[in-house]
């Protein structure tokens, strides 16, 4: 065990890093693209292995690189290589869709940095594979020429970027605090609560992870961008791309020591943004962009928990956040998945739609899913005060919002502009099926069975469900009198600043042309000479 | 004499250095025909070997080492000195230059009957004379001497802008000559000062002896003065642009990625190695606000070209920014001034992969579409993938994302920012990374879309080799060990002034 667990976390990297180098060579790239589904593999056995025997690191100091593999790295890391493999098994696989180089390319990109941001153990290490899942994803839809595709594009990469630059100053803020030059993260994290750059390094880290899990207001790129995407690539991308947002305020918020003004900010922005994205969310009729707006209202629940913990001192939440976000991860990629299979017309309703059904209703707690689950782990985050009520509340708007989503579904293949690939009709159920049954294995990784199953947690669990169908109810009565939310809600006014901004340019072309001119120059030399003939006097 | 002008063993490799690539020169002129463009390239091995070699030497000695010319040591003769940083300058263009020549081969090939043609022949000598003229600059240890190697630098640079003889290349090469020359007057000037001053032009004797005086507040300035408008810092860059993106893609590339170095470089070596002593308050702050204003700048003008070469070449002036932030951040004694340091040299020489890789695939992108229209650039990645993916690392180092050399360097640079406390340089450096995402994404953006496309001219595999390979080194430049910081470090003048009294 002791050298089996560092083999496979260099393989977790190493083996799609291997199928990338291959694509590159022509003999090589049929046989390569034919297994890429392979390639998360060694990723599932390493987490495995750490569910079972406990983490594991191994660092590399020549390459400067250093990974670890903890629990609540190891549940997110066994669900998200999972569902790369079944994406990539089952759906990219299918002759019927040959994967276009560039999309595979981007594909394998992301996978590594997927992957890969839940092994990382040291700042350097985690802005590359951070970069990884963020970047080469717009390779995955942006290759469209359609305009809207494009849009979308160019906002989830101007999102993408605006994320990296926070983070990179507050990397760069976390290795300044750390008294002895160390980088791995742990360290950094520990000097942080004493660190002179405390409150920028947090505001940063909030900042740049929430961006990429579309926390109020950098939202807006999400629904876009996955109502633009094709259902394999929005599956992974929604299901473990986001994550890495979740694995890195896990691993860089300083929880265990009481923070109590950032918790309760970092909490309020959380609830803010899961009722946001039930509110517009359900003014969205593209199924695929009510989904984005699922995931961002689940995203502010895990926000939320995580600055109650923070508030709170409590150094056991990792492992409960885990494996809520790992619920979502199985559960949002199937939901992708059952897009594509109804929009392909070959789903008659009837069981299917129960299936769905009950698919939908597990990220709002429904009892016996895996999100029901998924909410008995969060539930002791949020306490027994004002924040649980507002927990089960969301909960309430999750069934809300999954419910419209249900309505939605038959109506899927009106806004599918690429032909969904064909396997997908019979595959989706045994996604589907996975995403429900799952969680129960890893339930008891971190909490017990037993214990979530008496007859009021079942309670617990179905009110919110209940309210939200009466929620539901009244809605439809009112379908036609609900404001028409444009996909992506403020960023139309964030792109209208963009496009402002712009016209500035016209400025520096003035500027340019003055500098130009020989008078300008000479008199800017001589300027430039005085200044520092000023500043160089005795 | 000064301890720093003791000769020193390998010092000698310092006078082959110079003396390879001169006799180069001589050669070429003398044998003519195919010969300039075999001895261009059949040199290029010995250089990088001796760039080697005294890049080991260095880094065995721990210290600078010195050769003095004709044994006579400073004040009487002249001294050759190489530091760290100057072995690593050296090895750097016993790279990039041979590399922009294999791939102009087919550019400037002497007809099959070997008649002489006006247009290799200066090609193959003028590059060899850049080799020349940079070798002198990174290890003359003497003012005039660097002065000499300024002006061979600058007629060389020149003809190399408009070896082709079109009308506009020969505009912007006159313009690029007028400028460097006025830039070479205040050179020149502030050097006669300071000669007047102190009796002498050694730096190490000069640093020695240095001490406040008017004469030297005036040669400060003016010797400054003109390394920036020799280096086209902004507001000084009006020759930069014309001169870089409408020369051949191979001058381009030597142009951008090692010419503008060499008067930075010398910039460097007379506020950290000459002037040190000199209680100057804010001429680091000036320094920096001009790059910071250059990173801006040249990033928005570089989003508003039209034409590839013209954005590269806009791109260049907003590199050459982040460089100067290295005067206010490494800078006197502190424990932030060595993370300061390594990222100025980081991202010189990342620039000068990076650029010099993006200008030849630039080159190749004009040969193949006929034109470098932005614009006109969709499906272009489909139908030459290699090139493209040069541009895109090229791209990926200069927006600093890892793995680059640019994304070391922005890294240390803000590093220092922080823990110096200047916040102001690391939202530059922030910003101008946002921009040069902007930038990139334009090229990238249009030619991965799926669209029809004729190539006139499938591009050159060659061609693609060399240009890929730069980026590759580019990439690789991130991944360097510590140990190469600490040859950075070697005769760093902060250190050395440290253990003075």
């Given at each position: 065990m002791s050298l089996l667990g560092p083999i496979l976390l260099a393989a977790t990297l190493a083996v799609p890093a291997a199928f990338l180098a291959a694509c590159f060579v022509p003999r090589w790239r049929d046989e390569a693209l034919a297994w890429q589904w392979l390639a998360p593999v060694p990723a599932l056995l390493a987490a495995a292995a750490a569910l079972v025997a406990g983490p594991f690191d191994l660092s590399a100091p020549a390459l400067k690189l250093s990974l670890r593999l903890d629990l609540p790295a190891a549940l997110l890391l066994a669900v998200s290589a999972l569902l790369w493999i079944a994406v990539g098994a089952g759906v990219l696989r299918a002759p019927a869709a040959p994967l276009d180089r560039r999309v595979a390319v981007s594909w394998l990109l992301t996978l590594i940095g997927s992957l890969g941001v839940f092994v990382a153990d040291d700042l350097l290490s985690f802005y590359l594979v951070y970069a990884l899942v963020s970047i080469p994803a717009w390779g995955l839809f942006a290759f469209d020429p359609a305009p809207e595709t494009q849009r979308a594009g160019r906002v989830y990469m101007a999102m993408a970027l605006l994320g990296e630059a926070f983070l990179l100053a507050a990397f760069v803020l976390l290795a300044a605090g750390e008294p002895h030059g160390s980088l791995r993260i742990p360290d950094v994290v520990a000097a942080l609560?004493?660190?002179?750059?405390r409150d920028a390094a947090l505001a940063l880290i909030v900042a740049g992870f929430g961006a990429k899990m579309g926390?109020?207001?950098?939202?807006?790129?999400m629904p876009l961008a996955y109502a633009a995407t094709p259902i394999p690539a929005a599956a992974v991308l929604s299901?473990?791309?986001?994550?890495a947002g979740v694995i890195g305020l896990v691993r860089f918020l300083p929880l265990g020591i009481p923070l109590v003004g950032w918790g309760e900010a970092l909490a309020a922005l959380g609830f803010v943004t899961a009722f946001y994205g039930v509110l517009v969310g359900v003014t969205q009729p593209n199924p695929k962009a009510v989904l984005g707006y699922s995931s961002v209202s689940q995203m502010g629940v895990i926000a939320a928990a995580l600055g109650m913990a923070l508030a709170a001192g409590d150094a056991g939440a990792p492992a409960l956040v885990a494996f809520y976000a790992a619920n979502h991860v199985l559960v949002k990629g199937a939901l992708f998945l059952a897009v594509g299979a109804f929009s392909a017309r070959g789903v008659r309703p009837g069981l299917w739609s129960l299936l769905a059904l009950a698919l939908a209703l597990s990220l709002a707690g429904l009892p016996l899913t895996g999100g029901f689950l998924a909410k008995a782990a969060s539930k002791p985050l949020f306490g027994y005060g004002f924040a649980a009520l507002l927990a089960a509340a969301s909960s309430a708007g999750s069934a809300l919002l999954m419910l419209h989503f249900s309505a939605r579904l038959p109506e899927a293949w009106r806004y599918e502009a690429t032909a969904s690939p064909g396997p997908l009709v019979r595959f989706w159920p045994a996604a589907a099926l996975g995403a429900l049954v799952l969680p129960w294995l890893l339930f008891p990784f971190v909490g017990a069975v037993g214990d979530a199953l008496s007859l009021a947690k079942l309670w617990d669990g179905l009110w919110p469900i209940l309210l939200g169908g009466l929620l539901a109810y009244a809605l439809a009565s009112a379908a036609d009198r609900l404001p028409r939310i444009p996909v992506g809600d403020t960023i139309v006014v964030g792109e209208a600043a963009f496009a402002r901004m712009l016209r500035v340019g016209a400025l520096f072309d003035r500027l340019d042309a003055a500098f130009s001119r020989w008078p300008a120059a000479a008199l800017a030399l001589l300027a430039i000479a005085l200044a520092l003939a000023w500043a160089a006097a005795p | 004499m000064t301890p720093a002008d003791v000769p020193t063993a390998g010092g000698a490799l310092l006078a082959l250095a110079i003396l390879l690539p001169a006799a180069g020169i001589l050669a070429s002129f003398a044998l003519g025909g195919r010969w300039p463009e075999r001895i261009a390239l059949g040199s290029a091995p010995f250089a990088l070997a001796l760039a080697l070699a005294i890049t080991g030497e260095v880094w065995r000695a721990g210290r600078p080492i010195v050769y003095a010319i004709a044994g006579l040591s400073p004040p009487l003769g002249i001294a050759l000195r190489a530091d760290g940083v100057s072995a690593v300058m050296l090895v750097v263009t016993a790279l990039i230059v041979p590399a922009a020549g294999l791939y102009a081969r087919p550019l400037f090939a002497t007809p099959p009957d070997g008649r002489e043609t006006r247009k290799a022949f200066t090609f193959w000598i003028m590059l060899q004379a850049i080799s020349a003229a940079l070798a002198i600059v990174f290890v003359s240890g003497d003012l005039f001497n660097l002065y000499v190697a300024l002006e061979l630098l600058t007629f060389a640079a020149v003809p190399l802008a408009c070896v082709e003889g079109k009308p506009e290349t020969l505009a912007a090469a006159l313009r690029y000559l007028l400028f460097a020359l006025v830039g070479s007057i205040f050179y020149l000037l502030g050097a006669a000062l300071l000669y007047g001053a102190f009796g002498t032009l050694d730096i190490a004797l000069l640093a020695e002896r240095m001490r406040p005086a008017p004469a030297v507040t005036a040669a400060a300035a003016l010797m400054t003065a003109g390394l920036l408008a020799k280096t086209a810092l902004f507001p000084l860059h009006l020759w930069l642009p014309p001169a870089h993106a409408n020369a051949p893609a191979p001058a381009s590339a030597v142009l951008s990625g090692l010419v503008v170095k060499g008067s930075f470089f010398l910039t460097v070596r007379l506020w950290f190695y000459v002037l040190p002593a000199l209680p100057a308050i804010g001429f680091d702050a000036i320094l920096g606000a001009l790059g910071s204003a250059a990173v801006l700048f040249g990033s928005v003008m570089a989003l508003r070209q039209p034409r590839l070469k013209l954005l590269i070449a806009y791109s260049t002036i907003a590199q050459i920014g982040y460089l100067f932030l290295i005067f206010p951040l490494a800078a006197g004694v502190h424990p932030w001034t060595a993370m300061g340091w390594n990222g100025g040299v980081m991202q010189v020489l990342a620039h000068a992969f990076a650029k010099a890789a993006m200008f030849l695939a630039a080159g190749l992108v004009y040969e193949s579409l006929g034109h470098d229209r932005i614009d006109k650039f969709a499906g272009a990645a489909r139908a030459m993938p290699l090139t493209f993916l040069t541009l895109g690392l090229g791209g990926l180092s200069l927006m600093g994302l890892p793995p680059s050399g640019g994304f070391a360097a922005k890294w240390l640079l803000l590093g220092a920012s922080i823990a110096s406390g200047q916040w102001v340089w690391a939202l530059v450096l922030l910003a101008g990374g946002l921009l040069a995402a902007g930038y990139v994404y334009r090229i990238l953006a249009p030619a991965l879309a799926r669209a029809p496309i004729v190539l006139k001219a499938p591009p050159r595999r060659a061609g693609e080799a060399v240009a890929l390979t730069l980026a590759l080194v580019a990439v690789a430049l991130g991944f360097m060990p510590d140990a190469f910081f600490r040859l950075l470090d070697i005769g760093r003048p902060a250190l050395a002034t440290a253990g003075l009294p």
């Open positions: 609560p004493v660190s002179p750059w926390l109020v207001p950098l939202n807006g790129w299901g473990a791309g986001v994550k | -």
